[in-house]
Every structure is written in structure tokens, then in C-alpha cells.
């Protein structure tokens, strides 16, 4: 009967070691599923996409809507020139899994990938420990690598979103962030200028009551040509760049058989961060704060997949540009801190 033993021996040993890879695979595909499921789904794709001239990579000051910093773009056509600082648009080195990592750095990623394969292997993250071998153990070792990797996650959603403004431009591209004026929350559309805070401000450029309703009327008709997917409209609302991003964004929802449907779109509180000009370019960064209801359906059967029909509220900093005979576009849309 030896032999029997030793076969039932070895099949709890395999089903054991089947049974921790599965595990170590839903522990690190688990943060993940979890960080792509909450990304917003509304124009723009939750990201920071754009230009803002020559200050691109300089972060717009900070208002009342939104005290915290603006994300640096992830999607632009802009390249840092000679008068940026390089440093802001080179990726950092360093953090959890940088090539500069530090101390930090290089112990967890050892920690991790030493626990991985002894787990793989059947050693478990500390083969030594003959306890670990229990399933009290098998949780520990679960739970220290999900930790290890939401540690993970959390490092790479803050190199993403920086906290500090991430360059200022060389002082000739223009006057840095001037002092506005606000009067806070707006008294709704009735009011006139809806939601945005206005008042005498020292910015290069003037941004009037009509410029104010402009910002707030592209605000709703961007995002009702983006659920309607009607890319002409769009070109007719943002500039080329912009339009060429919400294809992308149209096309893999085509891929994947859904559609984004943005409603109820109204402006809470908005106020001005910067406006100048370059050229015969007029740019204006504004702080929106915005309610909506946001749902991707199923083409074919309607069903909500993700979001809700229940109302919600974001902060977004749009950056609007104007040329000479025309009218206010979208250049660019980043994502608050």
C-alpha cells in the first residue's frame, strides 16, 4: 500500500501547489480588475488629455473648485521644448520598481518576486516556517502579497497623478499664475453665468460674462456629441487633438460593443484658473465642478455594464482655446487631484 500513499502524497502536493498559483493570480489580476472597473467612463476616459500651449507642462494654479493639483497629461501632442523643464515630461526614475528605486524599492520587489516563486514552487513566501504550510498560513501569504501589490498600485496612480505641480514653463512663455477674484458657488443657470465664480481678475487676458456661459454651454454639448458618438459635432466643439483622443476612446467601445451615454449634465461651481495668449491664440483654464449621470449600456440589449443611472459629480480642469474669428474650443481636459 506504500505506493498508494505516496501517490495520494503527491496529488495533494499538486492540487496544494495548483491551488497557490491560482490564488497568487487573483491576488494581483484582484487590484487591477478593481483600479480599470472604477476609471470613469465620460468623455475623456477619466484621463488627462490635451494640450495647454506652452503651458503644457506647467500645472494651472489651484482655485476654489479645485483646490488640489491638475494631473500631468497622459495623452498630448505637445513636446517639451527648450524651454520647459525636461525633468517634468521624462518619467521619473526611481519609486517602488524604479531603476533608482532605493532601499524601499529593491526589498519590496525582492520580497515579492522571492514569495511569488516559493509559492509557485511550494515553499510558500517563507518555506522555512512549517506553519505557513497550513492554510492559515496559505491566507497570510495572500494577504501579504495583495498588500505588496496594492503598495504597488497606489505608486503607480501617484507617479500617474503627481501631487505637486509637475514643471513651469521657461518665464518667457509667458506671465506665471496671477491672482483671481471669486465670488464661489454661482446662482445656477438662471443666474446668468450658471455656475462660475467672476469678478475683476489681473489675468494677461480678459475673460468676460459671455466667455463664462461659452465654457459652460461646451461643457454640456461636448458631452451630449459624445454619447450621440457624433464625431462631426465634436469637430466643431474641440480642437483636432481632442477629437482625434475621443475617436480613440469611441473606437474601443465599438470594440467592445458598448456606448457611453453621459446625461443630466450641469455645472456646479466653476471659476477660472489662468488665461493668456500666445501668438494670436487665446487660451483660458477653467475649474469645473459638475453633476451627471454616467453609463456605459450594451449596444445591443441596453443593459447598464458599468457606471449607474443614479447622478454623480466630478472636478475637471478644461482647458479652452480661441483663434482669430472663432469661437471657443476644448484643448484640453485634466483629471483633479
Same mark, same amino acid.
Given at each position: 500500500?506504500?505506493?498508494?500513499?505516496?501517490?495520494?502524497?503527491?496529488?495533494?502536493?499538486?492540487?496544494?501547489?495548483?491551488?497557490?498559483?491560482?490564488?497568487?493570480?487573483?491576488?494581483?489580476?484582484?487590484?487591477?480588475?478593481?483600479?480599470?472597473?472604477?476609471?470613469?467612463?465620460?468623455?475623456?476616459?477619466?484621463?488627462?488629455?490635451?494640450?495647454?500651449?506652452?503651458?503644457?507642462?506647467?500645472?494651472?494654479?489651484?482655485?476654489?473648485?479645485?483646490?488640489?493639483?491638475?494631473?500631468?497629461?497622459?495623452?498630448?501632442?505637445?513636446?517639451?521644448?527648450?524651454?520647459?523643464?525636461?525633468?517634468?515630461?521624462?518619467?521619473?526614475?526611481?519609486?517602488?520598481?524604479?531603476?533608482?528605486?532605493?532601499?524601499?524599492?529593491?526589498?519590496?520587489?525582492?520580497?515579492?518576486?522571492? =514569495? &511569488?516563486? !516559493?509559492? /509557485?514552487? $511550494? #515553499?510558500?513566501?517563507?518555506? %522555512?516556517? @512549517?506553519?505557513?504550510?497550513?492554510? *492559515?498560513?496559505?491566507?497570510?501569504?495572500?494577504?501579504?502579497?495583495?498588500?505588496?501589490?496594492?503598495?504597488?498600485?497606489?505608486?503607480?496612480?501617484?507617479?500617474?497623478?503627481?501631487?505637486?505641480?509637475?514643471?513651469?514653463?521657461?518665464?518667457?512663455?509667458?506671465?506665471?499664475?496671477?491672482?483671481?477674484?471669486?465670488? =464661489? &458657488?454661482? !446662482?445656477? /443657470?438662471? $443666474? #446668468?453665468?450658471?455656475?462660475? %465664480?467672476? @469678478?475683476?481678475?489681473?489675468?494677461? *487676458?480678459?475673460?468676460?460674462?459671455?466667455?463664462?456661459?461659452?465654457?459652460?454651454?461646451?461643457?454640456?454639448?461636448?458631452?451630449?456629441?459624445?454619447?450621440?458618438?457624433?464625431?462631426?459635432?465634436?469637430?466643431?466643439?474641440?480642437?483636432?487633438?481632442?477629437?482625434?483622443?475621443?475617436?480613440?476612446?469611441?473606437?474601443?467601445?465599438?470594440?467592445?460593443?458598448?456606448?457611453?451615454?453621459?446625461?443630466?449634465?450641469?455645472?456646479?461651481?466653476?471659476?477660472?484658473?489662468?488665461?493668456?495668449?500666445?501668438?494670436?491664440?487665446?487660451?483660458?483654464?477653467?475649474?469645473?465642478?459638475?453633476?451627471?449621470?454616467?453609463?456605459?449600456?450594451?449596444?445591443?440589449?441596453?443593459?447598464?455594464?458599468?457606471?449607474?443611472?443614479?447622478?454623480?459629480?466630478?472636478?475637471?480642469?478644461?482647458?479652452?482655446?480661441?483663434?482669430?474669428?472663432?469661437?471657443?474650443?476644448?484643448?484640453?481636459?485634466?483629471?483633479?487631484?
Amino acid at each position: 500500500m506504500p505506493g498508494i500513499w505516496e501517490t495520494h502524497m503527491t496529488f495533494s502536493q499538486r492540487s496544494r501547489s495548483l491551488f497557490k498559483t491560482i490564488a497568487v493570480v487573483l491576488a494581483l489580476a484582484l487590484p487591477t480588475a478593481l483600479a480599470i472597473s472604477s476609471a470613469d467612463a465620460r468623455v475623456g476616459g477619466g484621463m488627462s488629455s490635451g494640450s495647454r500651449g506652452s503651458r503644457t507642462y506647467s500645472a494651472p494654479p489651484s482655485t476654489t473648485t479645485a483646490p488640489g493639483s491638475a494631473s500631468q497629461f497622459n495623452r498630448t501632442y505637445t513636446q517639451p521644448g527648450a524651454g520647459m523643464n525636461s525633468a517634468a515630461a521624462a518619467p521619473a526614475r526611481g519609486g517602488l520598481f524604479g531603476r533608482a528605486g532605493g532601499f524601499m524599492g529593491g526589498l519590496a520587489a525582492g520580497f515579492l518576486g522571492a =514569495g &511569488l516563486l !516559493g509559492m /509557485l514552487f $511550494g #515553499g510558500g513566501l517563507f518555506g %522555512g516556517l @512549517g506553519g505557513l504550510s497550513s492554510i *492559515l498560513g496559505l491566507i497570510i501569504q495572500i494577504v501579504l502579497v495583495v498588500f505588496v501589490v496594492r503598495l504597488a498600485m497606489s505608486w503607480w496612480q501617484r507617479r500617474h497623478t503627481p501631487q505637486a505641480a509637475y514643471a513651469n514653463a521657461d518665464a518667457s512663455a509667458g506671465p506665471g499664475p496671477q491672482t483671481n477674484y471669486r465670488s =464661489g &458657488l454661482g !446662482g445656477g /443657470l438662471g $443666474g #446668468g453665468l450658471g455656475g462660475f %465664480g467672476f @469678478g475683476a481678475n489681473n489675468a494677461p *487676458l480678459e475673460i468676460k460674462p459671455d466667455d463664462y456661459e461659452a465654457f459652460e454651454r461646451l461643457l454640456g454639448e461636448i458631452q451630449t456629441a459624445w454619447s450621440n458618438e457624433d464625431v462631426a459635432k465634436l469637430h466643431t466643439l474641440a480642437t483636432p487633438e481632442m477629437v482625434s483622443y475621443f475617436e480613440q476612446d469611441l473606437a474601443q467601445n465599438r470594440a467592445r460593443n458598448v456606448v457611453n451615454k453621459v446625461t443630466n449634465v450641469k455645472l456646479l461651481q466653476g471659476d477660472l484658473a489662468e488665461a493668456w495668449r500666445e501668438g494670436e491664440t487665446d487660451y483660458a483654464t477653467v475649474a469645473l465642478r459638475f453633476a451627471l449621470t454616467d453609463k456605459t449600456v450594451d449596444r445591443n440589449t441596453g443593459a447598464v455594464v458599468a457606471g449607474s443611472e443614479q447622478p454623480g459629480e466630478a472636478t475637471e480642469v478644461w482647458t479652452f482655446a480661441r483663434r482669430p474669428n472663432g469661437g471657443w474650443e476644448l484643448s484640453a481636459i485634466q483629471q483633479t487631484n
